[in-house]
Each structure stands twice: as C-alpha cells, then as structure tokens.
T-cell receptor, first 117, second 109 residues
Framework: GAVVSQHPSRVICKSGTSVKIECRSL??????MFWYRQFPKQSLMLMAT?????????EQGVEKDKFLINHASLTLSTLTVTSAHPEDSSFYIC?????????????FGPGTRLTVL | GQNIDQPTEMTATEGAIVQINCTYQ??????LFWYQQHAGEAPTFLSY??LDGLEEKGRFSSFLSRSKGYSYLLLKELQMKDSASYLC??????????WGAGTKLIIKP
C-alpha cells in the first residue's frame, strides 16, 4: 500500500512554455502532499506543501506565481511550472502522507525529470 | 536555524560493514528517517526512529540518541546494489521534514 505515482516521468520543453506534473496517491487519500526539487548532487529541497481544498504553502524563495499547485482532490495534486526557463531544469518529486493523525512518513513518487531547452 | 549534518561521501568494500552518521539541530523532534536514493530515482524509505535505541531490519539498522541529536545507519554485508545516496531527515515540531544533504556511499568489489 501507500503508492504514489507521478506523470510524466520525463519531459523536455522549450523555454517559455508551461509544464504540468501530476502526482497521484493510488491506494490512499492524501490530504497533504509535498513538492520537492532536487538539483544534481544536492539534497531534496521542499518547494511547497499542498493541502486538499486550500491554497498551497510555499517555502521561502519559491515563487508561487511561477510554480502553480492545485490539490483539487484527495488523490491528485498538480504542479505547473509556468514560463519555464533552463534554470528550472531539475528533478521534481512529490510525496504524500497518510491521512492518519499520527502519520509522519512520506511516500514518494518516482519523480519527474524536467529539461528546459 | 535547523541543520542536519552527514558526511558527503563514504567508500566501503563489498561484504563489509559501514556506519553513516547524522547529527541534527532542529526546532522540535518528531522522528528521524533514513531514505535510500539511487541516482535518478526518488528516495525509498529505509527506517524511522522516534525513540532512543537501535532498530534492526535485515541488513540495515538505525540508531537514535535524542539527547545527543545523533543517529546512524548501519549497513552490514554490503552488496554492490547498496551503492546509493543515503538521506537523513528529521521531522520537526511542525511535522515538516528537514533533509540532510545525503551521503553518497560507494561500494568497491
């Protein structure tokens, strides 16, 4: 149980275009999902916390107008990178937590490799 | 500020034992995780410690000392497939995961 999927796994786009990444919890309902970014040879950096039915909470330094997060249902959160530029090229990973009150473990999706030309 | 320290890189020999240390300073503590991450893949869960002591799971064990802000991951009978990055992460008082930079473990035959 506790499987998280991401789509697409890899995307290449031109500078200036927008890219949408989907994160789904397949066998559980996730009231909270997390979006991370990881640059080569660096650790995961939390971008935002996505809460179902409310606005996402963004980490300091992350532009909310550039990285649009929508958590419209208990099993789906989307991250849209708007007007992507080469510096946005990175590995984007989502994770989800079980809705149990005491649950702390995050289950990770397989990640999306974004390359902006 | 919140800080998690772990060595950048370690090298060990196939069949041997290696210990990866992690020290942390966070605002509150609600548990410590170890994750394994192979290059180009997402992290996978290895262990979770919330109380002091040693948790053993097969070839992997994880230890926690909350008073010292210290944990280690012990890998026994190393296999080539254990070559990966090992990430230490602490859940703070807001249940947010604070990540270490990861330790790249290189296994040599």
């Amino acid at each position: 149980g506790a499987v998280v999927s991401q789509h697409p796994s890899r995307v290449i786009c031109k500078s200036g275009t927008s890219v949408k990444i989907e994160c789904r919890s397949l066998d559980f309902q996730a009231t909270t999902m997390f979006w991370y970014r990881q640059f080569p040879k660096q650790s995961l950096m939390l971008m935002a916390t996505s809460n179902e039915g409310s606005k996402a909470t963004y980490e300091q330094g992350v532009e909310k107008d550039k990285f649009l997060i929508n958590h419209a249902s208990l099993t789906l959160s989307t991250l849209t990178v708007t007007s992507a530029h080469p510096e946005d090229s990175s590995f984007y990973i989502c994770s989800a937590r079980l809705p149990d009150r005491g649950s702390v473990e995050q289950f990770f999706g397989p990640g999306t490799r974004l390359t902006v030309l | 500020g919140q800080n998690i320290d772990q060595p950048t890189e370690m090298t060990a020999t196939e069949g041997a034992i290696v210990q990866i240390n992690c020290t942390y300073q966070t605002s509150g503590f609600n548990g410590l995780f170890w994750y394994q991450q192979h290059a180009g893949e997402a992290p996978t869960f290895l262990s979770y410690n919330v109380l002091d002591g040693l948790e053993e799971k097969g070839r992997f064990s994880s230890f926690l000392s909350r008073s010292k802000g210290y944990s280690y991951l012990l890998l026994k009978e190393l296999q080539m497939k254990d070559s990966a990055s090992y990430l230490c992460a602490v859940t703070d008082s807001n249940y947010q995961l604070i990540w270490g930079a990861g330790t790249k473990l290189i296994i040599k035959p």
